[in-house]
């Protein structure tokens, strides 16, 4: 986890980014979101909320690919990981189905670009981080990025960290 002082955020993507080019891609995304919806952090909005404007800008960066919230499918079938039983959602009976907060991806196959966490200033991220190593691992995404956003006064990105097939 690469913890971000100020707003060194670009710095710290790009730095260790697995793909300079993805890399700038995101940034360009987020700084949309900082120059658009900085209110949304100010104010402490919903954690979709700031996911959904997110994934429109990203829209925008991968013209190629597919961005979407919370998207539960793996082909025609419902997207599921073997992840431990304690990082499994109270209301997911089979504790294996999972709900990224964005994907870049090609829907209906099995072309899995990028998947994102996000959190706010407060929260446990190691279910999210779990996550994304599952996503990665097993259902062939190249690459995973948390985002920890600060909120408040002193919105913007707080960590951050990459995974990817290349490490």
């Known amino acids: 986890m690469i913890e971000v002082a100020g707003n060194n955020w670009t710095i710290a993507l790009m ?3 697995p793909d300079q080019s993805l890399a700038g891609h995101v940034a360009a995304a987020v700084a949309l979101l900082f120059k658009k919806d900085l209110y949304l952090l100010r104010v402490n909005a919903n954690e979709r909320s700031i996911s959904h404007r997110l994934a429109l800008y990203l829209e925008q960066e991968f013209p190629d690919w597919d ?6 499918r793996d082909e025609i079938d419902p997207k599921r990981l073997n992840l431990n039983p304690e990082s499994v959602e109270l209301d997911d009976v089979e504790g294996t189905t999972v709900y990224p907060d964005i994907i870049v991806h090609n829907r209906g196959e099995t072309s899995n670009h990028l998947a994102i966490e996000i959190k706010k200033d407060s929260g446990d991220s190691a279910k999210d981080l779990q996550k994304l190593q599952a996503l990665r691992s097993q259902l062939n ?4 990025l948390f985002l920890r956003f600060s909120t408040g006064s002193d919105a913007g990105v707080k960590q951050l960290s990459w995974e990817s097939v290349s490490e």
């Open 15 to 17: 730095e260790h980014a």
């Open 67 to 72: 961005v979407d919230c919370e998207y539960n």
């Open 141 to 144: 995404y190249t690459h995973a």
